[in-house]
Protein backbone atom coordinates (compact mmCIF):
# COMPACT_ATOMS: atom_id res chain seq x y z
CA UNK A 1 0.00 0.00 0.00
CA UNK A 2 1.35 3.71 -0.99
CA UNK A 3 1.28 5.91 2.08
CA UNK A 4 -1.76 7.02 2.64
CA UNK A 5 -2.62 10.39 3.18
CA UNK A 6 -4.35 9.43 7.25
CA UNK A 7 -3.87 6.85 9.49
CA UNK A 8 -6.79 7.99 12.02
CA UNK A 9 -9.97 9.29 9.86
CA UNK A 10 -12.85 10.21 12.69
CA UNK A 11 -11.31 8.04 15.37
CA UNK A 12 -10.49 5.14 13.78
CA UNK A 13 -7.62 3.38 12.61
CA UNK A 14 -8.06 2.33 8.63
CA UNK A 15 -8.79 -0.98 9.68
CA UNK A 16 -11.62 0.14 11.90
CA UNK A 17 -9.93 0.09 15.28
CA UNK A 18 -10.15 2.92 18.04
CA UNK A 19 -6.37 3.47 19.75
CA UNK A 20 -6.94 0.97 22.58
CA UNK A 21 -7.60 -1.96 20.08
CA UNK A 22 -5.76 -4.99 19.30
CA UNK A 23 -6.12 -7.34 16.42
CA UNK A 24 -7.67 -10.41 16.69
CA UNK A 25 -5.65 -12.85 18.67
CA UNK A 26 -5.81 -16.90 18.60
CA UNK A 27 -3.67 -19.22 20.21
CA UNK A 28 -3.42 -22.96 20.32
CA UNK A 29 -1.13 -24.72 22.67
CA UNK A 30 0.06 -28.49 21.74
CA UNK A 31 0.09 -28.52 17.81
CA UNK A 32 3.11 -30.35 17.35
CA UNK A 33 3.85 -33.89 18.19
CA UNK A 34 7.72 -34.11 18.03
CA UNK A 35 7.82 -31.12 20.47
CA UNK A 36 7.81 -31.08 23.76
CA UNK A 37 6.38 -27.97 23.88
CA UNK A 38 4.27 -26.07 21.19
CA UNK A 39 1.88 -22.70 20.32
CA UNK A 40 0.40 -21.73 17.09
CA UNK A 41 -0.58 -18.00 17.06
CA UNK A 42 -2.75 -15.63 14.68
CA UNK A 43 -1.91 -12.04 15.87
CA UNK A 44 -3.49 -9.98 13.56
CA UNK A 45 -2.00 -10.72 9.97
CA UNK A 46 0.58 -12.81 12.11
CA UNK A 47 1.29 -16.29 11.82
CA UNK A 48 3.34 -18.07 14.12
CA UNK A 49 4.61 -21.03 14.93
CA UNK A 50 6.53 -22.03 18.62
CA UNK A 51 8.64 -24.80 19.16
CA UNK A 52 10.03 -26.17 22.41
CA UNK A 53 12.34 -28.27 22.68
CA UNK A 54 14.29 -29.63 26.43
CA UNK A 55 15.31 -29.13 28.90
CA UNK A 56 17.78 -31.20 27.24
CA UNK A 57 21.81 -32.29 26.52
CA UNK A 58 23.66 -29.38 25.38
CA UNK A 59 25.91 -29.16 22.48
CA UNK A 60 28.45 -27.95 22.06
CA UNK A 61 29.17 -28.92 25.46
CA UNK A 62 31.55 -26.12 26.02
CA UNK A 63 28.22 -24.12 26.17
CA UNK A 64 26.82 -25.81 29.43
CA UNK A 65 26.27 -23.86 32.48
CA UNK A 66 27.10 -26.13 35.60
CA UNK A 67 24.52 -24.17 37.56
CA UNK A 68 21.59 -23.37 35.25
CA UNK A 69 19.94 -24.39 32.01
CA UNK A 70 20.87 -22.35 29.17
CA UNK A 71 17.88 -20.83 26.98
CA UNK A 72 18.67 -20.42 23.21
CA UNK A 73 15.82 -19.09 21.43
CA UNK A 74 15.93 -18.88 17.16
CA UNK A 75 13.63 -16.29 15.74
CA UNK A 76 13.32 -16.83 11.78
CA UNK A 77 11.20 -15.80 9.25
CA UNK A 78 9.77 -17.84 6.44
CA UNK A 79 10.70 -16.77 2.80
CA UNK A 80 7.10 -16.60 1.99
CA UNK A 81 6.27 -14.74 5.26
CA UNK A 82 6.57 -11.41 3.43
CA UNK A 83 6.01 -9.81 0.10
CA UNK A 84 8.78 -9.96 -1.39
CA UNK A 85 10.46 -13.31 -0.99
CA UNK A 86 12.92 -12.92 2.28
CA UNK A 87 16.46 -14.66 1.71
CA UNK A 88 16.47 -18.03 3.83
CA UNK A 89 18.65 -17.94 7.18
CA UNK A 90 19.33 -15.52 9.69
CA UNK A 91 20.19 -11.96 9.40
CA UNK A 92 21.18 -9.16 11.21
CA UNK A 93 17.47 -8.33 12.36
CA UNK A 94 16.46 -11.99 13.33
CA UNK A 95 19.85 -12.47 15.16
CA UNK A 96 19.11 -9.25 17.38
CA UNK A 97 15.27 -10.34 17.74
CA UNK A 98 16.13 -13.94 18.56
CA UNK A 99 18.27 -11.96 21.35
CA UNK A 100 15.97 -9.62 23.07
CA UNK A 101 13.11 -12.28 22.99
CA UNK A 102 15.65 -15.04 24.74
CA UNK A 103 16.18 -12.00 27.28
CA UNK A 104 12.54 -11.25 27.65
CA UNK A 105 11.82 -14.84 28.24
CA UNK A 106 15.10 -16.53 30.31
CA UNK A 107 13.82 -14.23 33.29
CA UNK A 108 10.94 -16.23 34.24
CA UNK A 109 11.97 -19.52 33.20
CA UNK A 110 13.54 -21.35 36.80
CA UNK A 111 16.88 -22.46 35.29
CA UNK A 112 18.04 -23.25 38.06
CA UNK A 113 16.62 -26.45 38.14
CA UNK A 114 17.98 -27.88 35.24
CA UNK A 115 21.98 -27.66 35.79
CA UNK A 116 23.81 -28.23 32.43
CA UNK A 117 20.92 -28.45 30.29
CA UNK A 118 19.82 -26.42 27.50
CA UNK A 119 15.62 -25.41 26.70
CA UNK A 120 15.63 -24.73 23.06
CA UNK A 121 12.99 -22.04 21.92
CA UNK A 122 12.08 -22.47 18.02
CA UNK A 123 10.06 -19.34 16.58
CA UNK A 124 9.35 -19.32 13.08
CA UNK A 125 7.09 -16.77 11.48
CA UNK A 126 5.06 -17.75 8.40
CA UNK A 127 3.43 -14.70 7.86
CA UNK A 128 4.46 -11.47 9.26
CA UNK A 129 2.64 -8.31 9.69
CA UNK A 130 4.21 -6.00 11.95
CA UNK A 131 4.78 -7.19 15.82
CA UNK A 132 6.34 -10.48 14.65
CA UNK A 133 8.68 -10.36 17.78
CA UNK A 134 6.15 -9.88 20.30
CA UNK A 135 3.90 -12.16 18.69
CA UNK A 136 6.72 -14.86 18.62
CA UNK A 137 7.14 -14.18 22.53
CA UNK A 138 3.83 -14.46 23.24
CA UNK A 139 3.60 -17.92 21.34
CA UNK A 140 7.12 -19.30 23.07
CA UNK A 141 5.54 -18.62 26.39
CA UNK A 142 2.75 -20.28 25.76
CA UNK A 143 4.84 -23.50 24.46
CA UNK A 144 7.02 -23.18 27.24
CA UNK A 145 4.18 -23.57 29.75
CA UNK A 146 2.92 -26.68 27.11
CA UNK A 147 6.39 -28.19 27.14
CA UNK A 148 6.19 -28.57 31.33
CA UNK A 149 9.15 -26.15 32.13
CA UNK A 150 8.76 -25.18 35.47
CA UNK A 151 8.07 -20.84 35.09
CA UNK A 152 7.77 -17.91 37.10
CA UNK A 153 4.98 -16.86 35.59
CA UNK A 154 3.99 -16.04 31.46
CA UNK A 155 5.40 -13.54 29.65
CA UNK A 156 2.91 -11.53 27.18
CA UNK A 157 3.93 -8.74 24.69
CA UNK A 158 2.38 -6.12 22.31
CA UNK A 159 3.78 -2.85 20.31
CA UNK A 160 2.58 0.60 20.86
CA UNK A 161 3.01 3.06 18.47
CA UNK A 162 2.46 6.30 17.32
CA UNK A 163 0.36 7.41 14.06
CA UNK A 164 -1.14 10.58 12.83
CA UNK A 165 0.59 12.54 16.55
CA UNK A 166 -1.64 9.50 18.41
CA UNK A 167 -0.49 6.85 20.84
CA UNK A 168 -2.16 3.25 19.19
CA UNK A 169 -1.61 -0.22 20.95
CA UNK A 170 -0.56 -2.55 18.81
CA UNK A 171 0.14 -1.13 15.18
CA UNK A 172 -0.55 -3.27 11.72
CA UNK A 173 1.76 -3.27 8.78
CA UNK A 174 0.83 -0.07 7.13
CA UNK A 175 0.75 1.73 10.91
CA UNK A 176 4.32 0.11 11.34
CA UNK A 177 5.53 1.71 7.74
CA UNK A 178 3.94 5.00 7.83
CA UNK A 179 3.96 5.85 11.57
CA UNK A 180 6.21 7.77 14.25
CA UNK A 181 6.66 5.36 16.44
CA UNK A 182 7.31 2.02 17.52
CA UNK A 183 7.59 0.32 20.87
CA UNK A 184 7.56 -3.49 21.24
CA UNK A 185 6.97 -4.67 25.04
CA UNK A 186 7.08 -7.45 26.65
CA UNK A 187 6.28 -7.99 30.75
CA UNK A 188 5.08 -10.71 32.64
CA UNK A 189 1.76 -10.83 34.83
CA UNK A 190 3.18 -8.95 37.79
CA UNK A 191 3.92 -6.03 35.17
CA UNK A 192 7.58 -6.38 35.02
CA UNK A 193 8.80 -5.21 31.52
CA UNK A 194 11.12 -7.58 30.38
CA UNK A 195 11.67 -6.30 27.14
CA UNK A 196 11.36 -2.43 25.72
CA UNK A 197 12.38 -1.34 22.58
CA UNK A 198 11.77 1.54 20.84
CA UNK A 199 11.62 2.83 17.08
CA UNK A 200 11.17 6.87 16.40
CA UNK A 201 10.22 9.01 18.58
CA UNK A 202 7.81 9.63 21.97
CA UNK A 203 7.36 12.58 24.29
CA UNK A 204 7.79 11.25 28.06
CA UNK A 205 4.15 11.88 28.79
CA UNK A 206 3.80 9.86 25.31
CA UNK A 207 6.05 7.12 26.67
CA UNK A 208 4.11 6.69 30.03
CA UNK A 209 0.75 7.09 28.18
CA UNK A 210 2.25 4.06 25.63
CA UNK A 211 3.42 1.89 28.36
CA UNK A 212 -0.13 1.96 30.20
CA UNK A 213 -1.37 0.94 26.76
CA UNK A 214 1.09 -2.38 26.89
CA UNK A 215 0.09 -3.13 30.27
CA UNK A 216 -3.46 -3.25 29.36
CA UNK A 217 -2.81 -4.91 25.66
CA UNK A 218 -0.50 -7.75 27.81
CA UNK A 219 -2.81 -8.39 30.58
CA UNK A 220 -5.57 -9.03 28.02
CA UNK A 221 -3.34 -11.64 26.02
CA UNK A 222 -1.69 -13.26 29.37
CA UNK A 223 -5.82 -14.31 29.83
CA UNK A 224 -6.00 -15.91 26.13
CA UNK A 225 -2.81 -17.54 26.78
CA UNK A 226 -3.78 -19.09 30.17
CA UNK A 227 -7.02 -19.89 28.14
CA UNK A 228 -5.52 -22.01 25.49
CA UNK A 229 -3.54 -23.84 28.35
CA UNK A 230 -7.00 -24.86 30.09
CA UNK A 231 -8.09 -25.76 26.51
CA UNK A 232 -5.86 -28.15 25.89
CA UNK A 233 -4.96 -29.37 29.74
CA UNK A 234 -8.53 -29.13 30.42
CA UNK A 235 -7.60 -27.18 34.20
CA UNK A 236 -5.63 -24.09 34.59
CA UNK A 237 -1.76 -24.96 34.51
CA UNK A 238 -0.98 -21.76 34.16
CA UNK A 239 2.74 -21.11 35.68
CA UNK A 240 1.57 -19.17 38.55
CA UNK A 241 -1.02 -21.36 39.62
CA UNK A 242 0.88 -24.20 38.89
CA UNK A 243 3.89 -23.41 40.78
CA UNK A 244 5.32 -26.01 43.79
CA UNK A 245 3.73 -24.14 47.00
CA UNK A 246 5.50 -25.40 50.63
CA UNK A 247 5.04 -29.19 50.75
CA UNK A 248 5.23 -30.23 47.17
CA UNK A 249 2.01 -29.34 46.19
CA UNK A 250 0.02 -27.38 43.80
CA UNK A 251 -1.83 -24.45 44.86
CA UNK A 252 -4.94 -25.43 42.62
P1 LIG B 1 8.17 -6.68 14.02
O1 LIG B 1 7.64 -7.73 13.10
O2 LIG B 1 8.51 -7.24 15.38
O3 LIG B 1 7.31 -5.46 14.10
P2 LIG B 1 9.99 -5.04 12.46
O4 LIG B 1 9.50 -3.75 13.02
O5 LIG B 1 11.45 -5.22 12.20
O6 LIG B 1 9.60 -6.26 13.44
O7 LIG B 1 9.24 -5.39 11.13
C1 LIG B 1 7.95 -4.96 10.90
C2 LIG B 1 7.35 -5.73 9.75
O8 LIG B 1 8.07 -5.46 8.55
C3 LIG B 1 7.40 -7.24 9.88
O9 LIG B 1 6.42 -7.79 10.72
C4 LIG B 1 7.23 -7.66 8.45
O10 LIG B 1 5.86 -7.61 8.08
C5 LIG B 1 8.01 -6.59 7.71
N1 LIG B 1 9.36 -7.08 7.39
C6 LIG B 1 10.38 -7.30 8.23
N2 LIG B 1 11.45 -7.79 7.60
C7 LIG B 1 11.11 -7.89 6.31
C8 LIG B 1 11.77 -8.33 5.12
N3 LIG B 1 13.02 -8.80 5.13
N4 LIG B 1 11.09 -8.25 3.95
C9 LIG B 1 9.84 -7.77 3.91
N5 LIG B 1 9.16 -7.35 5.00
C10 LIG B 1 9.77 -7.41 6.17
Redo the contacts with the bound molecule.
Sequence with gaps: MSKPEKLIVDGKRLDGRGPFDMRPIKFTAGVLKRADGSCYLEFG??KVMAAVYGPREVHPRHMQNASRAIVRYRYN?ASF????R??PGP?R?SIE?SKVSREALEGVVMEELYPRSAIDVFVE?LQ?????????INAASVALADAGIPMKCLVSAV?VGKIDGEVVLD?N?DE??YGSA?L?IAMNQFGEITLCQM?GHLTEEEFGRALDMAVDGCKKIHELQKQALIEKYGQDITPDVAQPIEGGETNE
Design positions: GNMSVEEKRDRIIADAGSRVAGALKDNDPD
